[in-house]
C-alpha cells in the first residue's frame, strides 16, 4: 500500500471517474478499470454485468480484452492496469493471465463488500471453507510487487456507497 506518483494518481482518478458514472448511467456496478500503455490509455473498462447478461463483463475483464484486441496480442506487458477496486478472484486470475507489467487498484475488497459486493464466499470455496484471501499475511509475499493497493486518498468507496444502490 502507498502513494502513487503524479501520472498514476490521474490514470486511478480516471478509473474512479467511470466507476461513477457507470451507476449514474445505470449500465452496470460501481467499477472500472484502465489498460495504460507507455502513459497512454489504450481500454477502458466498466462493469457490464447486469446490461450484458454476462457475468465475466466485470471491469478488469472488458479493459483487458479490448486493450488485447487493440494490441494484436493476448498479453499485455509492458501495461498497467488501473482499476476502481482490488480485483476479484476471477478478475485476478484473468490479470495473471494476461501478465501486464503492474496492477493499481483504489477499494479493497472489504470495501466492495461494505456496498454490496462481497465475493469471500467465492475465497471459502477455494480454501476449504476458509475465508482467506490472497492479501492475508500467509500470501502476502506471493503477489507483492505485481498487485498494489493504493492509499485511502485514491479511494472511491465513500464516493460510490451512496450511488451503489441508485
Not at 486511478?12 to 467499477?31: D, H, T
Not at 463483463?57 to 488501473?82: D, K, N
Request: aromatic share 8%; charged share 20%.
Amino acid at each position: 500500500m502507498g502513494e502513487m506518483p503524479g501520472m498514476e494518481t490521474g490514470f486511478m482518478r480516471k478509473a474512479i471517474e467511470l466507476s461513477i458514472e457507470n451507476v449514474r448511467s445505470g449500465k452496470g456496478g460501481p467499477f472500472a478499470a484502465l489498460v495504460v500503455k507507455d502513459g497512454e490509455i489504450i481500454s477502458t473498462g466498466t462493469n457490464l454485468v447486469t446490461t450484458s447478461f454476462d457475468p465475466t463483463a466485470h471491469a478488469e475483464v472488458v479493459a483487458i480484452r479490448q486493450a488485447c484486441r487493440e494490441l494484436s496480442r493476448f498479453q499485455l506487458s509492458g501495461c498497467e492496469i488501473y482499476t476502481s477496486c482490488e480485483p476479484c478472484p476471477m478478475c485476478l486470475g484473468a490479470i495473471y493471465w494476461a501478465r501486464p507489467s503492474k496492477v493499481y487498484f483504489g477499494n479493497t475488497h472489504a470495501d466492495a463488500a461494505r456496498i454490496g459486493f462481497d465475493d469471500s464466499f467465492i475465497y471459502r470455496q477455494l480454501h476449504g471453507g476458509r475465508a482467506r484471501h490472497p492479501h492475508d499475511p500467509v500470501d502476502a509475499g506471493r503477489s507483492a510487487g505485481r498487485v498494489r493497493g493504493v492509499g485511502a486518498e485514491n479511494r472511491s468507496c465513500a464516493l460510490l456507497s451512496g450511488l451503489a444502490h441508485e
